[in-house]
């Protein structure tokens, strides 16, 4: 089974997460951006679902120390943030994909599958 990490400090937006993966995928979680480094580079996630405002260290400077150890592992950007700079730092940045908050099933579901 795919291994997705789950980059998100909110439980709330996790269990939405989390509830949407379940079954489809094996899932990891992050608290922070610093986290979602750590563990990108322990666990080898098939996929990073990468929050982008999150404390510690945010999704975006996440994404840039990933991307310096790792080329190869699709990041999505998932942001409440739906504005086109958004989607253009979070490109810059290293992630192949966005999706807006609040996620739906099926535009996660397909996202993640037109990735792996």
């Known amino acids: 089974m795919k291994r997705i990490l789950v980059a998100e400090d909110n439980d ?24 979602a480094v750590a563990k990108a580079a322990s666990e080898h996630p098939d996929l990073i679902l990468m929050d982008l405002k999150m404390p510690v260290m945010d999704g975006l400077e996440a994404t840039r120390q990933i991307r310096a150890a790792q080329d190869n592992v699709p990041i999505v950007a998932v942001t409440a943030n739906a504005f086109d700079t958004d989607r253009v730092h979070a490109i810059e940045a290293g992630c192949n994909d966005f999706l807006s908050k609040p996620v739906t099933s099926a535009a996660c579901l397909q996202c993640i599958a037109n990735l792996l």
């Open 12 to 35: 709330s937006n996790y269990l939405l997460m989390s509830f949407i993966l379940k079954g489809h995928y094996e899932i990891l979680r992050a608290v922070n951006g610093k986290d």
